[in-house]
């Protein structure tokens, strides 16, 4: 081989060297990784692997027995959500550096990973929609004992001086 290429050569093998001793550390690192979340009502914390696999789940503080079951799913759902959405970041983060490494001298835009393709709108997410929740839903419902409950509409209903009458929209 003449000179230019015995230099192209070992700058490659040099490059492939780098990259392997890269990957070798982020994936010791991401092996090692874990995420934690809290609920916004602070009743559940969730914990995840690199891969997003949930690893830890916890009920905190006995909130779990007062709650109804589909706002104690909703605070599962939104702390895992939460935690895969963090461990989402830092994997992308982790590995961007090393495929764009990999990449060297592709076209700008083949350069890495499409990382959104990967992991959708995981990445995106920085909190649960922000909508009625199960805890809105509830606080909506309650109904305070000093207040008389709404009759429903044609039903009759009591007036201060003990007749009864006939609600409007019968």
Known sequence: MNRPMEDRVAQAMAHLKAAEQAAASARAEL???????????????????????????????????????????AAVLEAA??????????????????????????????????????????LSETEVAKGPTAMSRLRDEIVEDDEEPAAPPGAARGTDDGRRERQEGA
């Open 31 to 73: 092996d090692a990784a874990s995420v934690t979340a809290r609920s916004t009502d602070r009743s559940v914390r969730v914990s995840v692997g690199a891969k997003g696999e949930l690893t830890s789940l916890e009920f905190l503080d006995g909130k779990y027995r007062t709650m109804a079951a589909a706002q104690l799913s």
């Open 81 to 122: 959500n939460k935690a895969r959405a963090e461990m989402a970041r830092r994997v992308v983060a982790t590995l961007d550096p090393l495929t764009r490494m990999t990449a060297r001298g592709a076209a700008p835009e083949r350069m890495g990973v499409d990382w959104e393709s990967l992991f959708g709108t995981l």
